[in-house]
């Protein structure tokens, strides 16, 4: 069973440019989240889908950030326009949809340079 | 405000020492706590986790220690090898029974050397 895959895996961009992001999550996985990694610092929660519902968006930083999961399939992460701030790691990951025990799985990420 | 203070920030250890990974946390709400591993190049993977109403999990050479009233939690790695060394993530987050976010601390980076 393939697992989380994410692309591009880097990605590097001008100040003010648009950049998309893109999750699969595991298939049947109706949990997907997005979390960023600024070097050296924790691992941030961004937000959460429910199937393509946004269950929780309490992490995105400002309204430079859009994302979407239409279809309940994939998702995918729009920054526009990018700041220098905005560089740094974006993980995604999946789960079931079940209570109890909440192991989510990771993709590899994507390493977003802003200059 | 870091929920979630993780340390040392880096760790070297022989072949065959017990690194130890402290985690604190502050919000009493959080009822699970896993353990991230990850490679270089790599997505963070649940490595071990465990509830509150246990003090102690095993899993092969990986124990977790947690202590309620502190509020903390710790990663133990028996007879460590090469091969363990990697970035270690603690997590919190709330059993709310609809899959909660994960609340991270700021890593480990584990050396085992030869």
């Known amino acids: 069973e393939a697992g989380v895959t994410q692309f591009p895996s880097h990605s590097v961009i001008e100040k003010g440019q648009t950049v998309t992001l893109r999750c699969d999550p595991i298939s049947g996985h109706d949990n997907l989240y997005w979390y960023r990694r600024v070097m050296g610092k924790e691992i941030k929660f961004l937000l959460h889908f429910v199937k393509e519902s946004k269950q929780d968006e309490s992490g995105m930083p400002n309204n430079r950030f859009l994302a979407e999961r239409t279809g309940g399939t994939y998702s995918t992460l729009k920054v526009q326009p990018a700041e220098l701030e905005d560089s740094g790691v974006y993980f995604c990951a999946s789960s079931q949809m079940s209570s109890g025990a909440n192991e989510q799985f990771f993709g590899p990420g994507t390493r977003l340079t802003v200059l | 405000q870091q929920q979630v203070k993780q340390s040392p920030q880096s760790l070297i250890v022989q072949k065959g020492g017990i690194p130890i990974i402290n985690c604190a946390y502050e919000n009493t709400a959080f009822d699970y706590f896993p353990w991230y591993q990850q490679f270089p190049g790599k997505g963070p993977a649940l490595l071990i986790a465990?509830?509150?109403?246990?003090s102690e999990k095993k899993e092969g050479r990986f124990t977790i220690s947690f202590n309620k009233s502190a509020k903390q939690f710790s990663l133990h790695i028996m007879d460590s090898q090469p091969g363990d060394s990697a970035t270690y993530f603690c997590a919190a987050s709330l059993d709310t029974g609809t899959a909660s976010k994960l609340t991270f601390g700021t890593g480990t980076r584990l050396q085992v050397t030869l």
């Open positions: 465990i509830r509150p109403d246990v």
